[in-house]
């Protein structure tokens, strides 16, 4: 059986040697702009994903004016602006503080924040942790230690339904009948739903402390040495958060929501190969604005009669509509790494349940978390489809094939 083939790291230490990181975290945002080959490239921190209606608009408008005229959606449900011409950050930045897209100039790069997009909407989970988003990300903004996490630094907020928990977050919060689970590594703590946000805010602290002792300059909580792990208890008991162990409390495991209906209420949506143009932006919003999501889609608060409207502009509304759960990296023109024009040919994978990423190198930026098909550029023209050769005439094959054959892990 073919298997999933995982990324593949910026720099792999020997066998017990830390990793140890001797620069500062270069992580894109919306005002540390990052020079590509096709433009400058701007990502905005959307905590859970959430986009009012005048955001849409404002981030179409700066996409068509100062871009390529499209809006990325990113594997942790963030956006990104590209082709952006040089010397527009000041206008950009603007255009974002008016929309209230950047609620804190230090902290904007830290906002990452993942939560069950359909929390609320659809009677599944435990409550709408969409809540918990608004405050937690209140939080962070007005912590000022908190502007010196990493801006790869994850937050994960699962409803308790398993979609979003296993996104590799280095504080999940998943809440349960009970309470919500903090988990931090290996460890998981029970403490009080209404505690949950302020209990993440203390857990990151926690991280940020662990990594000064250390000295690799972690960004991350898996990238922490042996020996190191946070004092998690005692950074909840200093926070005045009641918590206790959770030994039986396993991590949920759930898949992501469908394209199409989402209860009576609201449709989920997939953006083609992760892009939307401003058109199908605009195309989406309700009155009180969309949900984009880590499988690069949108859950949108509307009836599901709208779904053909949304078809028509070109958006995945079904699981077997072509396009669907097919992703790519940027590929050529646009990045110097990439070794061929891997978006071009991701258009022409046939449709199936089983997630493909199109990776232009080995790199595989943005690939899906979980169980994926790899699609890996070879610059000869052709590529290695979960490890095998395959030429550009044989993908499609190659790709249905792969998505009936690779093996969970």
Known sequence: MLAAMPPTPHRSPEQGEPLIRVRGDACPGALRLHAADDGFLARLRLPGGLLTSRQMEVLASAAEALGDGGISVTSRGNAE????????????????DAAGLLPSPTHERVRNIVASPAAGLDGLGHGDVQLWVRELDALLCDEPRAASLSGRFLFVLDDGRGDVAGLGGDVTLVAGPSGADLRVGPEVLRVPAADAPRAALAAALAFLDTAAAAGTGAWRVRELPAGHAPDLAGALEEAGIRAEAAPDSPLPQGAPPVPGALGAQAVYVLAPLGRLTGAQLRALPPADGIRLTPWRGAVVRTAPARLP?????GLITGPDAPGARVTACTGRPGCAKALDDVRADARRAPAGLLPVHFSGCERRCGHPHGTWVDVLATGDGGYLVAGVPTPRTSLPEAVATARTTTTTR
């Open 309 to 313: 409207e949304l078809a028509a502009h």
């Open 81 to 96: 602006l590209r082709g952006l011409r040089d010397g527009c950050g000041a206008e950009l930045a603007a255009l974002l």
